[in-house]
């Protein structure tokens, strides 16, 4: 069954409750807490001035933020959240004190009442638990229910999962979810090739779930960051104090025999140093690194054999920071894949270069090019799920309704 569209629903006078992700960082402003990055919630306003140009008669706005653990915590209120949403609609927007209180239903009698946000969903308990009652109350305030919060749609939480039972036929994806699927499913179905990907960060343990889905796919797996150390060392390779978990290396052994040699490639210089806080860390033009040095970024012949790989390439993937590219001592070969995937798609508009993952998404974000690219996930768990699985729950119960066991 094919996923419902927010532009398939007719929202003329129906009561519209919908799921965001505007799960914003937060700090302390001077009287109270203030957005530092405003980008999910901006990504979510095409969706609502949507749902309100239609004559949706109420709209209902749902999130998390933080995890507050099923109470009441003040600093993670969306107070910040309403008060940027009236700015930017230059509408009132009501935010309620919980999501179960009885004054909601009061408040959407009103006929003045138009935008209500409900405050912070994982106040309560029952939203991570996927409580069929708490997902029927807020069922309760709409007559369709839209998810827009791809961030989110990897969870099997009431907002996002149980709610489905209430909508059958009456729910959609909104215009981010939408988005965000159709370069996912780009990747994942239709990848021109050549496809490459770039994998880095910390540990293969995190990510072996991921090179596994996407080896039979692509036709070279480009591996940096610390991550690239057990890959070494179980070809022999010395790699000095890098970081190097006994249990990767195990892992890279399997994933090289799977892959066969020629399909992934691995750092062969290096940034290294003596410690986090040397002061003079050096290019190092040798493969093999003695003790008392660890690697912190790939060298730059290992940037320029990176860099001409994604030049030739039709679908890059990247997840993933070729360094420790908070410093930045070690930030080169980080933001020189970023410029690489940039370029490829200023050059070549046929590539797709798709960036999804905490961290390689704020370092494209830090160097500037992220509206360079074809795709930027807001979703960091959830777009490495939907890579790994070809699904996501909070999906899945949209596409597909769900039916009540009771
Ligand atoms: P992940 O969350 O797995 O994507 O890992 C990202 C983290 O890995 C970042 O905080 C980086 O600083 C860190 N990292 C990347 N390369 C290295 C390296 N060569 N040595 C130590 N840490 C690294």
């Not at 919980?98 to 946000?117: W, Y």
């Not at 995937?341 to 370092?363: I, K």
Request: neutral net charge.
């Amino acid at each position: 069954m094919a996923l419902k569209y927010l532009d398939q629903l007719d929202l003329k006078d129906k009561r519209v409750v919908a799921r965001f992700d505007f799960n914003v960082p937060l700090k302390e402003g001077r009287k109270k807490m203030v957005i530092s990055d405003s980008t999910r919630i901006d990504l979510a306003l095409d969706t609502i001035r949507f749902i309100l140009d239609q004559g949706a008669s109420k709209l209902v706005l749902m999130s998390h933020l933080g995890r507050p653990k099923g109470k009441r915590v003040d600093s993670m209120s969306l107070e910040p959240v309403a008060d940027y949403l009236a700015k930017e609609l230059g509408k009132d927007v009501i935010l309620t004190e919980s999501c179960t209180d009885r004054g909601i239903k009061t408040v959407l009698g009103l006929s003045t009442t138009k935008i209500v946000l409900l405050e912070n969903l994982r106040f309560h308990n029952e939203e991570v638990n996927n409580d069929p009652d708490f997902a029927k109350t807020l069922a309760s305030y709409g007559d369709v229910y839209i998810n827009d919060a791809f961030g989110a749609a990897h969870r099997k939480h009431a907002s996002v999962h149980a709610i489905n039972l209430f909508f059958k036929n009456k729910a959609a994806a909104g215009f981010l979810m939408q988005k965000e699927l159709k370069a996912l499913d780009k990747v994942l179905h239709k990848p021109s090739k050549p496809f490459v990907a770039v994998i880095g960060g910390a540990k293969v343990s995190d990510k072996i779930k991921i090179i596994e889905a996407l080896l039979p796919k692509i036709d070279q797996l480009i591996i940096g960051g610390a991550m690239a150390y057990p890959f070494l060392a179980a070809k022999g390779i010395e790699i000095g104090d890098s970081l190097c978990p006994a249990e990767d290396v195990n892992l890279a052994k399997n994933i090289l025999k799977a892959a066969g040699a020629d399909k992934i490639s691995l750092p062969k210089d290096h940034i290294v140093a003596t410690s986090l806080d040397d002061p003079s860390p050096k290019q190092h033009s040798q493969i093999s690194i003695e003790p008392g040095h660890m690697a912190l970024d790939i060298g730059e012949n290992t940037l320029a054999d990176y860099g001409s790989k994604i030049t030739r390439a039709k679908t890059v993937l990247w997840n993933g920071p070729m360094g420790m590219f908070e410093k930045e001592a070690f930030s080169k070969g980080t933001f020189g894949m970023a410029r690489a995937l940039a370029e490829l798609s200023s050059r070549d508009p046929e590539a797709f270069t798709l960036v999804g993952g905490g961290d390689s998404v704020s370092a494209i974000k830090k160097a500037g090019l992220a509206d360079k690219v074809s795709h930027v996930s807001t979703g960091g768990g959830a777009s490495l799920e939907y890579i790994e699985k070809g699904s996501l729950p909070g999906v899945q119960a949209l596409r597909f309704g769900l039916e009540s066991t009771n």
